[in-house]
């Protein structure tokens, strides 16, 4: 399942874009990405299919729930996930496995 990070220009995304890549399981990275919201059946099935981490800087064009839709993350929590999975790495614990890698 492919996942869109989006933020401000500016805030980090190509920069910590290998990092966001491995955290979701993702196998290529789509930087800049013009438009990544599927708009289509077809686009979202592909979408889905996908394995591909998209970095944006527009936000979603519709309300996402964050609890329901756990491709499309902002920027800021997508590090902070990341952030307390590389703590419970150096702690010693076992780190939960990523939202997606779950529901491989």
Do not use: W
């Not at 936000?59 to 839709?69: E, K, M, N, S, V």
Request: aromatic share 6%; with cysteine.
């Amino acid at each position: 399942m492919s996942v869109i990070v989006y933020g401000p220009q500016g805030c980090g995304k190509s920069t910590h874009a290998e990092l966001l890549r491995e955290h979701f399981g993702m196998q290529r990275v789509v930087d800049d990405a013009a438009d990544p919201y599927p708009k289509t059946k077809l686009a979202a099935m592909r979408f889905k299919a996908g394995d591909t981490l998209y970095l944006t800087n527009q936000g979603p064009p519709y309300p996402i729930d964050a609890h329901t839709d756990r491709r499309i993350h902002h920027f800021d929590q997508a590090m902070r996930d990341v952030t307390k999975r590389q703590t419970k790495a150096a702690k010693g614990q076992r780190p939960t496995r990523g939202r997606h890698e779950a529901h491989r």
